[in-house]
């Protein structure tokens, strides 16, 4: 079938193969697989082998939801919570099945703080999350909606896609990131990770520790490397960041042995400021990602 849903993950198939496994545990898309030029499934997102996908701490890969905020909270609203928030560890439900056929298999998730009082009680501004998964036969589509249910205050918030894109991190380039503001979050003191710098190189490598956040990015870029590529389309997320932990990576409890040599995180996001939402509206922030094909 081309959607099958157990208790804890949603599997979608599309007709010509390519193939999405989403844990409901953080809605993490945690398996994208799309065929290669020989017409063999590839998987295109990466996983640590020592990351738990039993429910007790969020994903380390896949596709993470960072909401409502991204990393250490800095919004008074945001002071209980932990960091990159709550979207990416919580359960989520299936809501409907939107989309199967020949074009593609989308299905919409939610996270609804009503019936969960855990969320309640850390976060009491009204909202509500969904999440809409759309697989064609070589592009994944991943696009959040955040309604403010509150009928009279607005909600503030930040929202990011984790995405863990499989590749060899020592040999790939991301493009075109040239001539843009960025806050380089690797640097020694807090001045210096608060001090904007431009970005002076045409194509940008992770070879060293690399946490990079770019403000009012092109929303749209690709990864490069010698035996493929990926592209990534975004739409109101202002921001991407660019990570890469390289030999900091051994201080991950749940990285797998040099796993960081095996991806790179290429993230859109509204993480510098924060989105205002007002009363009873709706922000989409919307993500393609495509396996270009020869």
């Known amino acids: 079938m081309p959607v099958n849903a157990s208790k804890d993950t949603v599997f979608l198939q599309h007709p010509q193969g390519s193939q999405v ?4 545990y953080g809605a993490t898309v945690i398996s994208w697989k799309v065929a290669n ?3 063999d499934l590839q998987e295109r997102l990466f996983v640590s082998s020592k990351s738990r996908l039993d429910g007790s701490k969020p994903v380390r890969g896949g596709i993470p939801i960072v909401f409502p905020c ?15 928030g709550f979207a990416r560890s919580e359960a989520w439900k299936v809501d409907k099945i939107i989309m ?9 998730l939610v996270l609804d703080p009503t ?4 969320i309640a009680s850390l976060f009491p501004n009204p909202f509500l999350l969904t999440y809409v998964v759309t697989l064609a036969a070589h592009q994944l589509s991943t696009d959040l909606h955040v309604t403010n249910t509150s009928p009279s205050k607005p909600l503030e918030f930040q929202a990011l896609l984790h995405n863990y894109i499989l ?30 710098k431009t970005e002076t190189r045409a194509e940008v490598d992770v070879k060293k520790f690399t946490d990079s956040v770019y403000e009012n990015a092109p929303q749209r870029y690709k990864i490069s490397w010698l035996n493929g590529d990926l592209e990534i389309k975004a739409k109101e ?3 991407v960041v660019l990570w890469n932990p390289q030999e900091e990576g051994h201080k991950l409890a749940d990285m797998e042995s040099e796993g960081w040599k095996k991806y790179v995180c290429l993230e859109p996001g509204y993480v510098k400021g924060f989105v205002k939402l007002e009363p009873l509206k ?6 393609v990602m495509s396996v270009p094909q020869k």
């Not at 991204?70 to 990159?84: A, K, M, T, V, Y």
Request: no cysteine; aromatic share 6%; charged share 25%.
């Open 167 to 196: 590749a060899p991190a020592d040999e790939l380039h991301v493009t075109p990131l040239q001539g843009l503001s960025y806050y380089d979050k690797t640097e020694g003191t807090d001045e210096a990770r608060a001090t904007p």
């Open 115 to 118: 019936v969960n009082d855990k």
């Open 237 to 239: 997320f202002k921001d």
């Open 100 to 108: 199967d056929n020949d074009a593609g298999v989308s299905i919409r």
């Open 70 to 84: 991204f990393g250490p909270p800095i919004h008074p609203e945001h002071s209980r919570l932990s960091q990159h």
């Open 37 to 39: 030029d020989e017409g």
């Open 282 to 287: 709706t922000w989409i922030g919307q993500q």
């Open 21 to 24: 496994t989403i844990l409901l």
